[in-house]
């Protein structure tokens, strides 16, 4: 994604939020047409696959207990672990980026 102050930064944002959220928000209009909107509902998605992790951290073991054996378990928390982090760096990023496409500039902190 280009930096805001590019050129055609704002396109780029936008390939790059779709590129985030599930794939049949590129059939709303409103979404196509409204960077902002998009960068509202593209942070949703992110916090609700962060919930979702955070929900299967907690629930693995009682879930599959006895149904795969315990190395595969401690292999999936690893994962939703792994995904949640992911997640919540992605949902800093949007956030970023939904800040920009209101008109906020982000000066790195040294």
């Given at each position: 994604?280009?930096?805001?102050?590019?050129?055609?930064?704002?396109?780029?944002?936008?390939?790059?939020?779709?590129?985030?959220?599930?794939?049949?928000?590129?059939?709303?209009?409103?979404l196509r047409r409204h960077p902002v909107v998009l960068?509202?509902?593209?942070?949703?998605?992110?916090?609700?696959?962060?919930?979702?992790?955070?929900?299967?951290?907690?629930?693995?073991?009682?879930?599959?207990?006895?149904?795969?054996?315990?190395?595969?378990?401690?292999?999936?928390?690893?994962?939703?672990?792994?995904?949640?982090?992911?997640?919540?760096?992605?949902?800093?990023?949007?956030?970023?980026?939904?800040?920009?496409?209101?008109?906020?500039?982000?000066?790195?902190?040294l």
């Amino acid at each position: 994604m280009l930096p805001p102050q590019a050129p055609d930064w704002e396109r780029s944002a936008v390939a790059w939020l779709f590129d985030q959220c599930p794939p049949d928000y590129r059939a709303h209009e409103v979404l196509r047409r409204h960077p902002v909107v998009l960068a509202r509902f593209a942070a949703g998605h992110v916090e609700s696959a962060v919930q979702a992790a955070r929900q299967g951290i907690r629930t693995t073991r009682a879930d599959l207990s006895g149904v795969v054996p315990p190395e595969v378990i401690e292999a999936a928390l690893v994962a939703y672990d792994r995904e949640g982090r992911r997640l919540v760096a992605l949902g800093r990023e949007v956030a970023l980026v939904e800040a920009a496409l209101r008109g906020e500039r982000h000066r790195p902190r040294l």
